[in-house]
């Protein structure tokens, strides 16, 4: 099993930052792509960013400019640093990781408010 800490969620007003940041342990040997994906109310999850071991990282166009991903592959551990924030960015924020390739885990989610 993986455990995950996530912190950071919050209210800003739009053009604010957040950053928001994930730790995994437990079952955590074979992780190689960790990342978060978003889900507003009355919407799909959807993909945020995504970052591999090697540091290859993958942006949803709504957020390109905007949010950067990190990683610490010593501490299992993942950040979202969030920039000029919108009231369409407004979500639950779900930290993840995948092992083996193919192996999906999921954290219980932060909640990110931005008001206009």
């Known amino acids: 099993q993986v455990q995950f800490v996530e912190s950071g969620g919050g209210l800003v007003q739009a053009g604010g930052s957040l950053r928001l940041s994930c730790a995994a342990s437990?079952?955590?040997?074979?992780?190689?792509?960790m990342g978060w994906y978003r889900q507003a109310p009355g919407n799909q999850r959807e993909l945020v960013a995504r970052?591999?071991?090697?540091?290859?990282?993958n942006y949803a166009d709504s957020v390109k400019g905007r949010f950067t991903i990190s990683r610490d592959n010593t501490k299992n551990s993942v950040f979202l640093q969030m920039n000029s924030l919108k009231p369409e960015d407004t979500a639950v924020y779900y930290c993840?990781?995948?092992?083996?390739?193919?192996?999906?885990?999921w954290g219980q989610g932060t909640e990110v408010t931005v008001s206009s």
């Open positions: 437990g079952s955590t040997v074979g992780v190689n792509v």
């Open positions: 993840y990781l995948r092992k083996w390739a193919s192996y999906d885990y």
């Open positions: 970052i591999s071991t090697g540091g290859i990282t």
